[in-house]
């Protein structure tokens, strides 16, 4: 079977239909362009998704919009610190007759049709939670009533509250590291859409907003399929596979690099992380990318424009370093990029 390549009707299609898809989420989200990009590339590089950014800045109404356009079955949950994870499989209730009843939870509810799960405030559940959270993202399965449970068509969306400490739980470096990406939304900055924001009614009905959206734009049951021809119609020169692994080798050993920052012991900074999976994982990326922007074959844009998101929350910093984690990391890639040659 020959390969396909971007430019085949049936991936030319699909990168059609991926450009409507980011159009249309557009409409019921402003000034997030580079959040949309990239929640995008994610869909088509079959990753989960960690959502950063303040109250209030459209996660939710980004998810919804999403799900919508993509198809399929959406399930959002709320985090507390009293879920447990049969939580999310089922639920009991007592029936009108005093008998007690069990009915399918969230991730159960639309089986095999759970298109996009969104767990909002991941850190205000318990660590068993994570646990199960993370087969779910690494196996897309789960089992329950003596059975396996399967969800082909999954993608875990989840947010962090940022704010508050108190009865929060922290994930460990091993779930961080099952996300694709982390994807940080802010308030736009542009002084329109700041505008439309406030002034613009439309913009305070986040369901009718939502129903703008042309729903299944995308075919969410294929899209696993095109995922996997994408990956094999990007090729990456000998050029681009030195470059990549020059910068996962500056990452992790910033020192022996000769990265500089200031105030910055760099022979301790760096514990760990950035494992070959992550890498793997920026390679996907970028391979979307490189599709999305109509080439059969990786350029160092490509590799530097999903870079952070897909790896700084890989690189795991001594604990001295970590509290200044939002400043240093930054810099880091910032020094990796200018220390690297690229092609």
């Known amino acids: ?38 929640v995008t590339l994610a869909i088509f590089a079959r990753g989960h998704v960690m959502l950063e950014g303040d109250v209030g800045v459209g996660k939710t109404t980004l998810l919804r919009a999403v799900a919508r356009a993509l198809g399929g079955a959406y399930e959002r949950v709320e985090g507390t610190v009293d879920m447990m994870p049969t939580d999310l499989i089922y639920h009991t209730y ?23 799960f969104f767990f909002n405030e991941i850190n205000r559940a318990r660590p068993q939670v994570h646990a199960l959270l993370l087969r779910l993202m690494a196996e897309r399965s789960v089992a329950a009533f003596n059975r396996e449970y399967r969800f ?17 739980f922290e ?23 700041r505008r439309a924001l406030v ?18 734009v995308l075919d969410h ?8 021809a994408i990956q094999h119609a990007i090729r990456a020169e000998p050029a681009i596979e ?20 200031a105030g910055i012991d760099m022979e301790r900074l760096v514990q760990g992380g950035a494992s070959p999976r992550g890498v793997a ?47 240093i990391v930054p810099e880091l890639i910032r020094a990796v990029f200018e220390t690297v040659p690229a092609p």
């Open 171 to 193: 994930l460990p470096a091993a779930a961080r590291d099952r996300f694709l990406m982390e994807i940080g939304m802010e308030a736009p900055r542009d002084a329109e859409a």
């Open 281 to 327: 994982f920026l390679v996907r990326a970028a391979r979307v990318r490189a599709w999305l922007e109509g080439r059969d074959w990786l350029v160092p844009e490509d590799i530097r424009a999903v870079f952070p998101e897909v790896m700084a929350h890989r690189v795991f910093l001594e604990p001295v370093y970590e509290m200044r984690r939002a400043e």
């Open 94 to 116: 007592l029936g009108e007759d005093g008998r007690p009843r069990v009915e399918p939870g969230p991730v159960l509810r639309q089986s095999q049709d759970l298109s996009v």
């Open 221 to 228: 049951g294929r899209i696993g399929a095109i995922a996997s």
């Open 242 to 261: 030195t470059y990549v692994v020059g910068l996962w080798e500056a990452l992790v050993r910033p020192a022996a690099a000769g990265l500089r920052l």
């Open 1 to 38: 079977m020959n390969t396909l390549r971007p430019g085949d009707a049936m991936l030319t299609d699909w990168r059609e239909a991926a450009a409507r898809f980011e159009r249309e989420i557009a409409k019921a989200v402003v000034g997030q362009e580079r959040a949309i990009r990239l």
């Open 199 to 216: 002034f613009d009614p439309r913009f305070h009905d986040t369901d009718r907003l939502t129903e703008t959206v042309e729903p299944g």
């Open 152 to 168: 082909p068509h999954l993608q875990v969306f989840a947010d962090r509250n940022r704010v508050e400490r108190e009865e929060t």
